[in-house]
């Protein structure tokens, strides 16, 4: 069977990738995309080499990556337009590539139309799915999937109650990163935040209020990508803001849907999940002490070299554990310090593979003692990485998308 996923980097990653490769921008799609996965930045090709071991054709298809993207493009002969090079040479892999299962993995660049438009160009797909695990605006696009996967039980569950057929799969650790860092590099960082914070509803809200609290009473160092509002974006959201007053004082008057959803404008405003807030800034003191963004290889290793890492779950993910730190953290072997959620004792036994806190000054004396506790912390850290590797990797994970891929073929 063929498996494709088509998925996105994030900006600033592939920003440091190239910055750091002068040259690569010019080498062979290939070389490029070999380049790329040797990073193992967000799921790399984690998917497809454990699907691999199934039995599976797989297939990266990273489309944002504009110089990797066009050198396919040339080597294929495959023609583009301007503006749209990323979906048309996104559509020509997967045409050239004929999977029969489309694995979407970014629910905001592939849109409804988009994926229409692959099945219409594609009929050897027999089935799509599409992940999302974090806050959504446009709803449609759940639609043309065949089934949703999510790590967040929240989200599991809502897209059920929207009629969707809903599979919950978790995050995964990739045990080949170990065999790409610096493993005996001694702990350099007493207490570390790696991740992201952007301030909007669903999202970082409370991991600001967590990481202002603790700046001044623990030794934490954050590296973070944070989200700073352009007056670009500000005037988009304006206007999205202005469509989506009209669209729904339409509704209000009396408007059908059915008459709005026949105009493409008004039918995306439909599927919005909720009116767009306008972007603020993050904690300016938040802004000053963070350091510059770490990905891929050079996140696992400033989480190995951490005594202890810091974890606080998206807005969106209120009483569930359900995030990739989990699994990255105590992967590489960090002592992992997470907020305390109701299912956590299913992945980690609490307090003894991974540490819980329930607020910012339980986290701040937690993070005291196990810093003056150095054998207990290696003790966590280590039954932590155990776990890890024992229960969740992407050939545990694999094992159970192979079946969830099996059982939605048969249905149809």
């Keep these: ?9 994030y900006p600033g990653f592939l920003r440091q990738f190239y910055a750091k490769r002068p040259g690569l921008d010019a080498e062979p799609f290939s070389v490029q995309h070999a380049a790329l996965m040797e990073q193992a930045s967000g799921w790399a090709d984690f998917w497809s080499v454990a699907l691999g071991k199934l039995g599976y054709e797989a297939d990266e298809v990273v489309s944002n990556v504009e110089p990797m993207q066009r050198a396919w493009a040339r080597e294929r002969g495959a023609p583009f337009g301007e503006p749209g090079w990323l979906f048309d040479i996104t559509a020509a892999q997967v045409k050239a590539f004929a999977p029969d299962v489309l694995f979407v ?5 592939f849109t409804a139309p988009f994926l229409r438009r692959l099945r219409a160009e594609c009929p050897s797909i027999r089935l799509v ?13 759940f639609r043309e999937y065949d089934v949703v996967l999510s790590s967040v039980p929240e989200l599991v569950e809502e897209f059920r109650a929207q009629g969707h057929r809903c599979r919950h799969v978790n995050h995964a650790f990739e045990p080949r990163v170990l065999e790409r860092i610096d493993l005996d590099a001694p702990p350099d960082t007493d207490f570390s935040f790696v991740g992201s914070l952007a301030k909007k509803r669903d999202f970082h809200l409370g991991r600001e209020a967590l990481l202002a609290g603790l700046i001044g009473r623990t030794p934490l160092r954050i590296w973070a990508e944070i989200h700073r509002p352009t007056w670009r974006e500000r005037g988009g959201t ?10 729904h004082a339409a509704r209000r008057a009396g408007v ?7 105009a ?3 039918r995306r405003v439909l599927g919005w999940a909720a009116r767009p807030e306008l972007p603020t800034a993050v ?3 938040l802004a000053r002490r963070s350091r510059p963004a770490v990905y891929g290889l050079e996140m696992y290793e400033r989480l190995r070299r951490s005594r202890v890492t810091l974890n606080t779950h998206i807005d969106l993910s209120s009483t569930h554990a359900s995030n990739m730190r989990l699994y990255e953290a105590t992967g590489v072997g960090s002592c992992l310090l997470t907020d305390w959620k109701a299912n956590l004792a299913e992945m980690f036994e609490p307090d003894a593979e991974v540490v819980t806190y329930r607020d910012a000054d339980e986290c701040a004396e937690k993070v005291r003692y196990l810093l003056e506790h150095e054998d207990e912390r290696r003790r966590i850290a280590e039954a932590g990485r155990r776990r890890a590797l024992r229960d969740h990797t992407f050939d545990c994970r694999a094992a159970q998308l192979d079946d969830l891929i099996r059982a939605a073929l048969v249905s149809q």
């Design 1 to 9: 069977m063929r498996i494709q996923r088509i998925t996105t980097n």
């Design 105 to 109: 993995n970014d629910y905001v660049t």
């Design 129 to 141: 799915l599409g992940w999302c695990g974090a806050p959504y605006r446009d709803a449609s696009v």
């Design 238 to 247: 304006l206007v999205r803001r202005a469509a989506y007053d009209a669209v």
């Design 256 to 262: 059908p849907a059915s008459v709005l959803a026949a």
């Design 264 to 266: 493409p404008p008004a």
């Design 283 to 285: 904690d300016a003191r």
